[in-house]
T-cell receptor, first 115, second 114 residues
Framework: GENVEQHPSTLSVQEGDSAVIKCTYS??????FPWYKQELGKGPQLIID?????GEKKDQRIAVTLNKTAKHFSLHITETQPEDSAVYFC??????????????FGKGTKLSVIP | GAVVSQHPSRVICKSGTSVKIECRSL??????MFWYRQFPKQSLMLMAT?????????EQGVEKDKFLINHASLTLSTLTVTSAHPEDSSFYIC??????????FGSGTRLTVV
């Protein structure tokens, strides 16, 4: 089955700096790669996703890049703010983001933005 | 956007009793629902996948007789923890997926068994 590795497990950055979180996946059939933000005591919230036919996607301060050949994808957060502090999870799935295919999650990265 | 409502958000029950958690897709038809369990400072662990009208498929190591999943309609799935014990205390999260909406997560249920 799919295996998703996520690094680093913890990340501290100064407010205004950039943060990068990296994930690798093992199953070349995976074609959907979402990123989730989870605050304490809440469910994960989708912040950005990318499908395998695209190499990069950006939404304001958040961007995701995908390298299918190397089987890795990264989350980039620019101009970090204290409210960005949370646990971030990457995930991978087949089925282009719909249907009955399960998501395989990375172990998570705890991001702390220091004011 | 797609919304999934999960209730209750917190529940405390006595050891030996059963607890039901509801997961509803409010604005789309969820052909598939997923149930996860999350321990503190850990990732989400998939417990089972259910397709509307079919029996749930449980992941290895998850007791199907203990964690009963019902997905009788396209908008509602329930997870019942039967004969709960303290080791069942955890954060349970549902996720719904359909043709018009991808993986949308509920807000989670904190179960404490005393």
């Amino acid at each position: 089955g799919e295996n998703v590795e996520q690094h680093p497990s913890t990340l501290s950055v100064q407010e205004g700096d950039s943060a990068v979180i990296k994930c690798t996946y093992s199953d070349s059939a995976s074609n959907y790669f979402p990123w989730y933000k989870q605050e304490l005591g809440k469910g994960p919230q989708l912040i950005i996703d990318i499908r395998s036919n695209v190499g990069e996607k950006k939404d304001q301060r958040i961007a995701v890049t995908l390298n299918k050949t190397a089987k890795h994808f990264s989350l980039h957060i620019t101009e970090t703010q204290p409210e960005d502090s949370a646990v971030y999870f990457c995930a991978a799935s087949k089925g282009s983001g719909a249907g009955s295919y399960q998501l395989t999650f990375g172990k998570g990265t705890k991001l702390s933005v220091i004011p | 956007g797609a919304v999934v409502s999960q209730h209750p958000s917190r529940v405390i029950c006595k050891s030996g009793t059963s607890v039901k958690i509801e997961c509803r897709s409010l604005d789309f038809q969820a052909t598939t629902m997923f149930w996860y369990r999350q321990f503190p400072k850990q990732s989400l662990m998939l417990m089972a996948t259910s397709n509307e009208g079919s029996k749930a498929t449980y992941e290895q190591g998850v007791e199907k007789d203990k964690f009963l999943i019902n997905h009788a309609s396209l908008t509602l799935s329930t997870l019942t923890v039967t004969s709960a014990h303290p080791e069942d205390s955890s954060f349970y999260i549902c996720s719904a997926s359909g043709q018009l909406a991808g993986y949308t997560f509920g807000s989670g249920t904190r179960l404490t068994v005393v």
